[in-house]
């Protein structure tokens, strides 16, 4: 079993900034490692949607281009734990935001690290709400 849990969101205004962090825990973690870890958002009324993903192999980054050069993904494998910080917050940030965690390796991860499906661990999402 492991469990993901999400914390740092809340409420900003335009332009703020706001870290969200992802602990991982659980009992499997003792033997195996996580490969990959995400965050995704899901705003009202819109699909679920990949926002930035960690390797941790090599912590290799990607993202998606509505937050490339605001966002920036960091891991911490001490700690287990998986950091999102978000600069020049824009209300279209507005979101549940989802981490999201993966053991198994990939060949291609560049290519499905937005799916959802890459993904066998989810934390029940923190809520982030910009108001301009």
């Known amino acids: 079993q492991v469990q993901l849990v999400e914390s740092g969101g809340g409420s900003v205004h335009t332009g703020g900034s706001l870290r969200l962090s992802c602990a991982a825990s659980?009992?499997?973690?003792?033997?195996?490692?996580?490969?990959?870890m995400a965050w995704f958002r899901q705003a009202p009324g819109k699909e679920r949607e990949g926002v930035a993903a960690l390797w941790t192999g090599d912590n290799s980054t990607y993202y998606a281009d509505s937050v490339k050069g605001r966002f920036t993904i960091s891991g911490d494998s001490a700690k287990k734990s998986v950091y999102l910080q978000r600069n020049r917050l824009e209300p279209e940030d507005t979101a549940m935001y989802y981490c999201?965690?993966?053991?198994?390796?990939?060949?291609?991860?560049?290519?499905?690290?937005?799916?959802?499906?890459?993904?066998?661990?989810w934390g029940q999402g923190t809520q982030v709400t910009v108001s301009s």
């Open positions: 659980g009992s499997r973690l003792r033997d195996s490692a996580i490969n990959y």
């Open positions: 999201a965690a993966e053991f198994r390796g990939y060949s291609q991860f560049s290519r499905r690290w937005a799916w959802e499906r890459t993904y066998e661990i």
